[in-house]
């Protein structure tokens, strides 16, 4: 069966609903009673403005998009096997972010699939601010959420790379990528959306000028990042040209 979900901006289908047997839907308000704390918060959420378009699921069904039908946990009197906890598997996230699945799927990723991970690693599936931990500005959130595990790219340096203001992400695809170290490009067009090639008159025919440095005969040995060159690409202790 196909259940057609919908928010203000997208729509997106459910292939399968999820199932615990003998159970059926009861809508949000049910929960409120035992988990008012949540209840509470959850309208901020991006997925509380999902609908869905399917009587079986009642138009408030939000808690039960991930966690399954509520109706046997709530007969139980709150038994844990009873509702799908997405905190121990990510199945139930992957009925609809079908993308993001293909992407822990590509050769480089956190191992979420694995197991050794999860989505609410990086993300509060209850709140409004989607990145954890939440608060301040969008950006310096999420690269927060990295420096939760990754403190040797994130502590300050005496020579910061500047990129890094804009997130971890204009270098990194988190949840997966085919190029090593979860890269979103493995060659120097990487730092060149930045770090534009210098054009002019004084730049000799078939040279290639990065700021003030000819990089022709560098380019040939490697990458930017590789071949001895800018290793410390998160940011430097001693040299301003990020080099080690
Ligand atoms: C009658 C009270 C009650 C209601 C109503 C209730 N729950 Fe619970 N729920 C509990 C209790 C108690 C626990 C703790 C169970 C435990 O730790 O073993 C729990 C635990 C959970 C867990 C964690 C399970 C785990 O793996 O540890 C989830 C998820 C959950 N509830 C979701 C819901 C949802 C969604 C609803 C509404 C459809 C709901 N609950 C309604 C009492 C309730
Ligand atoms: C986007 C999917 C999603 C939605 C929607 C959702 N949850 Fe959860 N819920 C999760 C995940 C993931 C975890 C595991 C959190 C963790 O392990 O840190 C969780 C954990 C829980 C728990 C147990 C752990 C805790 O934080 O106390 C309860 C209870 C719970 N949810 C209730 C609800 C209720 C009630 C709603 C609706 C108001 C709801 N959830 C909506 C994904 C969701
Ligand atoms: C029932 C379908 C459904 C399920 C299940 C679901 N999502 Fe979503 N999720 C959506 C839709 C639709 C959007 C887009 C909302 C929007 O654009 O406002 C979304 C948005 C998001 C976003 C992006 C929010 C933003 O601000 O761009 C994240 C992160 C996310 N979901 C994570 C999760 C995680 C983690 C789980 C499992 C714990 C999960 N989702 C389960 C449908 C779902
Ligand atoms: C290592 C941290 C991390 C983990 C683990 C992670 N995410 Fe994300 N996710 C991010 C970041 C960072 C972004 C923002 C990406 C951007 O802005 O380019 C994001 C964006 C998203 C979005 C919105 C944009 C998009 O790519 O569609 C969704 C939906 C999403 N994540 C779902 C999930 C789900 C589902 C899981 C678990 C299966 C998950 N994420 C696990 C870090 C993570
Ligand atoms: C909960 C801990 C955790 C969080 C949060 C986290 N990571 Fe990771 N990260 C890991 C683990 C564990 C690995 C190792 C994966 C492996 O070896 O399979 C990893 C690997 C990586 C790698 C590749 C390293 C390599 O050797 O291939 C990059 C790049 C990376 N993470 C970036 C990020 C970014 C960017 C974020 C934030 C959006 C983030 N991580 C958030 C735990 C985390
Ligand atoms: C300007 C691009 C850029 C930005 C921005 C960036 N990285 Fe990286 N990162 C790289 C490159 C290039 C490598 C590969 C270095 C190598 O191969 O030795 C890397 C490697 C890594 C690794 C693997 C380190 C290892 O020793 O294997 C982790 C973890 C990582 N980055 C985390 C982050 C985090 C967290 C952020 C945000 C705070 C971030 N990166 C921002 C370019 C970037
Ligand atoms: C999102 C944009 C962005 C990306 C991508 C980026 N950089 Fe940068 N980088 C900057 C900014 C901004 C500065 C500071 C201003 C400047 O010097 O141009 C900077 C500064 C530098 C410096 C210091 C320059 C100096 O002489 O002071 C080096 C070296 C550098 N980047 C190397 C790289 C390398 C190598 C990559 C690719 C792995 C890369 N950058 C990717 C934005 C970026």
Redesign the pocket.
């Known amino acids: 069966m196909i259940f057609l979900i919908s928010c203000s901006t997208t729509s997106t289908t459910v292939v399968a609903p999820l199932e615990i047997p003998g159970a059926h839907f009861v809508g949000n308000k049910a929960c409120a009673d035992c988990h008012a704390d949540i209840v509470r918060k959850f309208p901020m959420s991006p997925h509380a403005r999902l609908h869905f378009e399917n009587a079986a699921m009642p138009g408030q069904s939000g808690c039960e998009s991930c966690h399954g039908p509520g109706s046997e946990h709530i007969r139980s009197g709150g038994a844990a096997k009873f509702i799908i906890n997405p905190g121990k598997n990510?199945e139930s996230?992957?009925q609809c972010?079908l993308?993001?699945h293909a992407e822990?799927n590509l050769p480089q990723h956190?191992p979420?699939i694995e197991g050794h991970?999860?989505?609410t690693?990086?993300?509060d599936p209850h709140g409004g601010d989607i990145f954890k931990p939440a608060g301040g500005l969008a950006m310096a959130t999420?690269n927060q959420?990295?420096a939760q595990c990754h403190q040797a790219q994130t502590r300050p340096f005496v020579f910061e790379h500047e990129a890094l203001r804009e997130g971890c992400?204009v270098c990194h695809s988190?949840?997966g990528s085919i190029n090593r170290k979860m890269l979103v490009e493995s060659d120097p067009n990487l730092c060149l959306r930045c770090h534009a090639q210098v054009q002019g008159p004084n730049v000799p025919a078939g040279h290639i000028y990065i700021g003030n440095t000819d990089h022709t005969t560098f380019l040939q040995i490697g990458t930017c990042w590789t071949s001895g060159c800018h290793t410390a690409i998160h940011g430097s202790n001693v040299d301003p040209r990020l080099r080690y």
């Open positions: 990510p996230c992957f972010h993308d993001v822990f956190h979420v991970m999860n989505c690693d990086c993300h999420q959420s990295c992400t988190p949840h």
